[in-house]
């Protein structure tokens, strides 16, 4: 496994939870990163991106202000901190490493590696 994302959990609406994820990519500080999400019934959807500084970053209308990708390549770590959540922030939770890409992106193709998942549920 060379993304391993943690952190999901149970929470309330209005709650705050952060996610992390440790990657072995040898790459990982070289190229962008993303969240994705997948809810139960529903195909899998771009959540945030940041480039490969962390200096850049762009965020799925549901979710910006609300959400914040950061990340740290000293640490071979990504995170997602998610505030207010709502109960249709449940989903499953995916990192994402890119092998070549530089500047954020929401179009899954261009990751190519990924976390196993973690699964978050907002409940009302």
């Known amino acids: 496994v060379q993304l391993q994302a943690y952190g999901g959990g149970l929470v309330q609406a209005g709650d705050s939870l952060r996610l992390s994820c440790v990657t072995s990519?040898?790459?990982?500080?070289?190229?962008?990163v993303a969240w994705f999400r997948q809810a139960p019934g529903k195909e899998r959807e771009f959540v945030a991106t940041?480039?490969?500084?962390?200096?850049?970053?762009d965020y799925a209308d549901a979710v910006k202000g609300r959400f914040t990708i950061s990340r740290d390549n000293a640490k071979n770590t990504m995170y997602l901190q998610m505030n207010s959540l709502k109960p249709e922030d449940t989903a499953v939770y995916y990192c994402?490493?890119?092998?070549?890409?530089?500047?954020?992106?929401?179009?899954?193709?261009?990751?190519?590696?990924w976390g196993q998942g973690t699964l978050v549920t907002v409940s009302s």
């Open positions: 990519v040898r790459t990982f500080g070289s190229y962008a």
């Open positions: 994402t490493a890119s092998g070549g890409i530089y500047d954020t992106s929401s179009d899954e193709r261009v990751y190519d590696y």
């Open positions: 940041a480039n490969w500084s962390g200096g850049s970053t």
